[in-house]
């Protein structure tokens, strides 16, 4: 275990509309409050979804058919190629209750809306390396 | 995607307790703290659930019998009507593990306990408005 | 409800590494960054899981074959016998996306990686008290 630690800064609320990628508009929130390093949580709802479920060194995709509930989106944003970048993982609802879940990929389609909640480290660049062992993106530690 | 921004204000840390209604309590946090617009969590568990599925215009109604681990309980108050409106969604869990969730209805009732925190957005007044289309009353953009 | 609040602090970015226990590196990392009240979330990935389901006095033990996604991993951090103390709840997927969960418990290994996000409250220190009817270390609400 490793940490770095900074001020708070700022907080984003961001409304997704119906139709919008959720990975890509996170990233959008992101980008456009120019948040370089944060946190966020998220609900809503989606027309369907799909997800990720890393295994071997890749992210196998699962597709899962709607409508859903997003129960709880949570993640991070650092830098990645010195733009925000969303980490994000995603727990679904269905029309039984029955709970599914991963790691969120392009292909996660909002339905009427998604209501996300941002929170900015102040003066902190986080950003994400490629590591050779896992095949991943990791966040780095270093300021 | 839109979005607003400001600063961060206080953090609320609130104790649940035995037999309270989840959403009546966390509304209850967020009006007798004073917090017009922010982002919360909650973990604990519950005796038994009443969750909603949004479906073509209206939230259906799940019952799910307990008791039950509240996994994650994640949403956001806005102002509805004048005063601080929770909206939550929440990850249940039984004594298989296996995971149930959906949009927190009255009818959430607190077993043991439920640790919430609550975290304000400072000088930033959220509103709802009824949207005609999803029948929804959806988080306003305008300040 | 019973609540107190306080400002806020700071914002502390840990990643925990493969085969590193999940809660035990929770607590490290709030030991290590002193804080002493706050709030988490965490995203990534087990190898297995071991959490718990509460019932009449005590916390049934559930293990979970990986590896697993970590959907969710929220809770709050307090004062324990005077040292920081983690209390987590945890969302996990599977291989086809199913969800499962409980109370975070010693044996939740870190698969490839594990980014935790943790928010200070300043000058804040709550702590737990063991409460004889539940037989657990509630939150307590007094500052």
Redesign the interface.
């Known amino acids: 275990?490793?940490?770095?630690?900074?001020?708070?800064?700022?907080?984003?609320?961001?409304?997704?509309?119906?139709d919008?990628d959720l990975l890509e508009?996170i990233n959008?929130?992101a980008n456009?409050?120019n948040v370089k390093?944060?946190?966020f949580?998220l609900?809503g709802?989606l027309k369907h979804a799909t997800?990720?479920?890393?295994?071997e060194g890749k992210h196998?995709t699962?597709h899962?058919n709607g409508?859903l509930?997003?129960?709880?989106c949570?993640?991070?944003i650092s830098l990645k190629e010195g733009k925000p970048f969303a980490?994000?993982?995603?727990?679904?609802?269905?029309?039984?209750?029955?709970?599914?879940?991963?790691?969120v990929m392009p292909g996660c389609i909002i339905?009427?809306?998604g209501?996300?909640?941002l929170?900015e480290?102040k003066d902190?660049h986080?950003t994400r390396k490629f590591?050779e062992k896992?095949k991943?993106i990791?966040?780095s530690?270093e300021k």
């Open positions: 275990m490793e940490f770095v630690q900074s001020k708070l800064g700022r907080i984003v609320f961001a409304r997704l509309n119906e919008e508009n959008l929130a456009q409050s390093t944060g946190m949580t609900i709802a997800v990720g479920f890393y295994h196998e699962i899962i409508p509930e997003i129960v709880s949570i993640g991070n980490h994000a993982h995603v727990a679904l609802s269905d029309e039984k209750g029955d709970a599914k879940g991963g790691h339905g009427p809306t209501e996300l909640v929170i480290a902190l986080l590591d896992t991943l990791l966040l530690m």
